[in-house]
Structures are given as C-alpha cells and as structure tokens.
C-alpha cells in the first residue's frame, strides 16, 4: 500500500464498532441468531446522526479471532468496541454485553438482559439506546432518537426464518443462497406482511439469475414479482433502494433512475454502504473518476476491512490506467477476502498491462483458463497478432457463457488483427447488457475498437450529472435554543448541582440529570458540550474530583481510604478515578494526598 495516499485517519472519538455476538447456545446452529442480533444492532445504532459504526463486513472480520480489543480499534479506527454473547433456549434468550474503550481496553459499561422472545425487537431497541447514550455521556454529544428498532414482523417464527435466510445468503455463494430462497419463502408464508423477507428473495433470486446459477428469465421474474410485494409493503427499507438499483443498474443499464434512486436512499441513510458502493460503481460507468473515489471512500470510512471496496477503488483506479495504484489495491482485497474471484481476475489483467511476465505466469499457473489468459498477454505485450480461424470461429459463441467472469477472449480480439470480429462480439455482450462489460466506455482493454465510428452509439447512456454545490443542512439548526437561552439552561444547571450535589450518586447518567433539571438528554448533551466543550463524564467527573480533593484533607476522613473516598464522591471504578485524576492532576491520587497532608 501507498501509505502517503491511504494513510488511515486519526481515531474519531464518536465511534463504535459491534463485534459478531458470540453464540453461547448449546446449539452451534444457532449462530445465525446471534449474528442476526449483532446486525440489527450496528444497523440500529447506524441511524444516529453524528456516531460513526463501522459496517458488518469490517466488524465480522473479526469474528472467531482472539485479537486484543486495541488492537481492533486501531484497525477500524474507533474510540469503542462492544463485545457481547447470545444465549437462547426455547422462547428465551439471555443477552450480555460489555462496551470497551479501544484506547486502553478497560470496560466502562456492561450489562446483562434476560427476556421472552417475543421482546427481542424491544430488547434490541433498549440495548443500541443504551449504548448510544454511554457512547455519548463517555465521547461528546450527538442526538439520538426516542426509538432505534422497529418491529418488522409480529410472527417471531418468520423473524427466526429471516434471519435464517440471512445467514446463509451472506455466505455468498450459490448453494447458500439457494438455502437462503427457502427460508425466506417459508418466512413471508408465516407473515405475508413480512417486507425484509420479500427483499431477501429478491436479492436472493437476482443473484442466482445474474451469476448463472438458475434461468435468468425465471430468476429475474421472481425478483421482480418479490420486489412488487415489497415495495407495496415498505419503500422506506434500504432495502427497497438497492432492490430498485439492482434492477435499473445492472439488469436494465437505465442510470439515470439509478442515480435518482441512489440520492433519495442516501439521503435517508447516507451512511448505507450498498448503496455508497453502487453509487461508485454508477460514476466509474461514466468515468467521473473524483465522484466515483469521494463515495467509496465514504464508504471505506464506516467499512474499513471491505474487500469489495478495495475493489471497487482498484476498479476506479484500473480504467484510468494506474495500474500499479490498481495492483496495490486489489492486493489488498486479496489480503482480506482470498477467496474473491473478481479481484483475482483483476490482479491477472493489471499484471498483463504491467507485462510482469514472471509474477503473471507464477499467479496464474494453476488457473482454469490459465491458456486464455496466456493468450491475452502474448497479444499486448507481444507480437502475436493474428489467431487460428478455427479459434475465431469458436469464439462465436462465447457470449451465450452466461457464467463468463472476465471477457478474455474480447479482450484478446480487440487487441489482435481481430478488431472487426471484436466489434461484434462487443455489440453482443452489450445487447445482453452483461454486467461484465458495463464500464465498456472506459475498459483500456477495448481501447483499440474505439476506432470505429459506431463505438459510441453501441449504448447511449441516459445519465446526466451536473456537479451542485454543497450547503450544509444542519437538521437540528432550527431547533437549537439561542445563546442567551443556553445561558439560562446552564445556570439552572449549576445552581441544581451545587445545592443537590447529584454527582456524588454513582449511578447518575445523563437521562437522570435531564429530568431533574426538566430537559431533554438531547438538549442537556448539547448544553454541556457547547458551554464547557466536555461530555457528559467528563462535566460530572470534574465535580467528583473537587468533592475529592476536599474531603481527602479532611483529618476527620483520615481513616478512610484513597478508594472509599473516590466512592464516596461518586466514582465507581478504581480504574476510572485513576486515570481521570491522574489526567487532570498529571500525578496519582496516593502522591497527590501526601502532598496535601504535608
């Protein structure tokens, strides 16, 4: 990697990462139910503006592994981890979890919840409520909504169905998804009201269709039949944006009501990265090479660990020519999902336009196609020009390969005396609309058909992009209260404190603080960040350590410990009072007493 372009950015301090909730069920294949919970909670948590989580590709990386929890954030670039575990026997389900500072490790938050099945949705919505408001009493102030989770379905055996069907499609390979089809089928059986399940088919269809793994006809009318289902359900579901997007985009090549799409899902859940992803890919289609990297980046932001968006950044950098760049990203993919046949593909051709001969022929020894590709380097790189007419002749047909990843043979046309063939079996590959070829526009390997007069005419593409420029729409600006009324809240604040002492309660925490001063933890969250530029912890800690200090010189508490007087002032961690004391007084609590004694 290029560490002075893809250097990762410093901590952000409002930021989280959920890591895959262990399975503690005596029933290994209850796995499905607990990375069910741990998505449903990155996804509720994703809702709140100002609190970067880092998306379920990077944070189930993770999964399995005995990694320390520093070492996590440093990687993922966040300020919290929360671990957690899943226990479910019959209609019960035992959830802990426990939230780390990824800067030291220590916990600072942990809590176990035992409930009816029936309460899961409820439970999910009390546990990302709570974290959201630890995250932000321990980091700075954001908003966060009365409620996260909603109730999707009130059948709990299509939920367990879902998320079933789930499971087994981001297993992401044919079989799983064909395993994947039959859960959702029976799940919107259960709760024909049940949208997620029908956008699950969805998905689920259009990719056995597209990759070749059952009938594209048959496939793609399943698809569409499940999204009409869906879409009359809920539009309001990501979902339903990526279903549309699936269609317009890569089935149909109609992007102008793919990127209307795309801006009306983002613009609901802009930090969505499906659809952060597909907005790339739309710019890379129509070589706006700025556009195209901004969105993957904002994508690579909230999924570090992606090799889909390492890919897809790799992509942007093949088709204008940076083929090292490219070749260092792709790597990269590699690195992380080894088994990314896409990404191998792309390695083979950034090797074949480097004409690194020896790395070329070591990496794809034991390829099926490994003579094609051969083949391929020979003609750009060589002298071989002219190819057998048997060979001309049997290439005829190789559009009708629906399974086909890469076309080589194209490429090795259209770099060949073979332009004119090559011209027609592109015109093939686009009257299909193959996905394969959809950047056709930029593909260096078709740069010598651009020659004939009908190369821009094969597909005319409805897109139109004019560059707008970006106010800033601050959602809460009409609601923050004036800095005279801010001065009142804050000395009504002070004066509470100062006469009802509520820090020296261990238990305090920002909802219970708001309603003894009759605010809204949102508004008292702001109040304290704007007026004194501390979160919640900190403003209460400060109080804690003045009450401390004071009566840790008092000879009558002589007898008292350096512990039992930091509880005594409201503190209710060792580790906590340590390292705030030691913070602001640059000395620990022992040093610092005998000073004063002195």
Not at 434 to 463: M, T, V, W, Y
Request: glycine residues 4%; charged residues 25%.
């Amino acid at each position: 990697m290029n560490a002075e372009k893809y250097s990762p950015p410093s901590t952000e301090v409002k930021s989280i990462a959920v890591l895959p909730f262990v399975n503690m069920s005596a029933d290994v294949e209850n796995e499905y139910f607990s990375d069910g919970i741990t998505e449903e909670i990155i996804n509720a948590l994703t809702r709140i503006e100002g609190l970067k989580v880092i998306a379920r590709t990077s944070s189930f990386s993770f999964k399995g592994k005995n990694i320390d929890v520093r070492e996590i954030g440093r990687q993922l670039v966040v300020s919290a981890v929360l671990e957690g575990s899943v226990r479910k026997v019959q209609n019960r389900v035992r959830i802990t979890a426990q939230l780390i500072n990824a800067a030291d490790g220590t916990h600072f938050w942990s809590k176990n919840f035992d409930r009816n099945l029936e309460d899961i949705f409820e439970l999910q919505d009390e546990i990302s409520l709570l974290i959201a408001n630890q995250i932000r009493e321990n980091f700075g102030h954001f908003n966060i909504q009365e409620h996260l989770v909603g109730k999707p379905t009130k059948n709990m055996q299509a939920y367990e169905l879902y998320l079933k069907g789930h499971f087994y499609q981001l297993k992401w390979d044919a079989d799983s998804i064909r395993e994947a089809t039959k859960y959702y089928e029976a799940s919107v059986a259960l709760d024909p009201g049940f949208a997620r399940a029908y956008y699950g088919l969805v998905q689920s269809y259009g990719l056995l269709a597209a990759w070749g793994y059952m009938p594209a006809e048959e496939g793609f009318s399943k698809a569409t039949h499940n999204f009409m289902i869906a879409a009359d359900i809920d539009k309001s579901l990501p979902e339903y944006g990526m279903s549309f997007v699936g269609r317009t985009f890569w089935k149909n090549w109609d992007f102008q009501p793919t990127y209307t799409q795309l801006c009306e899902t983002l613009e609901l859940y802009p930090k969505y990265t499906d659809a952060l992803e597909a907005m790339a890919e739309l710019f890379l289609a129509h070589g706006y090479w700025p556009q195209a990297e901004e969105y993957i980046r904002r994508a690579m932001d909230v999924d570090p660990l992606s090799a889909n968006h390492y890919y897809t950044l790799a992509n942007i950098n093949y088709y204008q020519r940076k083929f090292e760049l490219a070749l260092e990203l792709v790597e990269k993919a590699l690195y992380i999902n080894p088994e990314f046949v896409l990404a191998y593909e792309l390695k083979t051709l950034c090797l074949i336009w480097l004409n690194q001969k020896d790395i070329f022929e070591a990496f794809i020894s034991d390829h099926e196609n490994a003579a094609t590709k051969r083949l391929l380097f020979k003609v750009i790189n060589g002298s071989k020009k002219v190819l057998p007419s048997a060979t001309i002749e049997e290439w005829r047909e190789v559009a009708k390969d629906e399974r086909q990843m890469v076309p080589y043979e194209l490429f090795i046309l259209a770099n060949a005396n073979h332009k004119e063939e090559a011209f027609e079996l592109l015109k093939e590959y686009i009257e299909q609309k193959r996905g394969q070829i959809i950047n056709f526009r930029q593909d260096p390997s078709l740069e010598p058909l651009r020659e004939f007069d009908g190369f821009a005419k094969l597909h005319c593409s409805n897109f139109e992009y004019q560059e707008v420029e970006k106010v800033s729409t601050d959602k809460t600006a009409d609601s923050k209260p004036s800095r005279s009324e801010l001065d009142v809240q804050m000395k009504k604040l002070m004066d509470f404190i100062d006469a009802e002492k509520p820090f020296l309660d261990a238990q305090l925490n920002l909802s219970r603080l708001a309603g003894s001063v009759q605010l809204h933890p949102n508004r008292l969250s702001f109040l304290i960040n704007e007026k004194t530029g501390m979160n919640f912890n900190e403003f209460v800690n400060q109080f804690r350590l003045a009450h401390f200090k004071e009566i840790a010189v008092d000879d009558k508490n002589a007898h008292i410990t350096i512990l039992g007087l930091a509880y005594e002032s409201g503190f209710n961690s060792k580790t906590v009072f340590n390292a705030y004391f030691k913070k602001i007084e640059n000395t620990t609590p022992g040093i610092w007493l005998k000073q004063a004694r002195q």
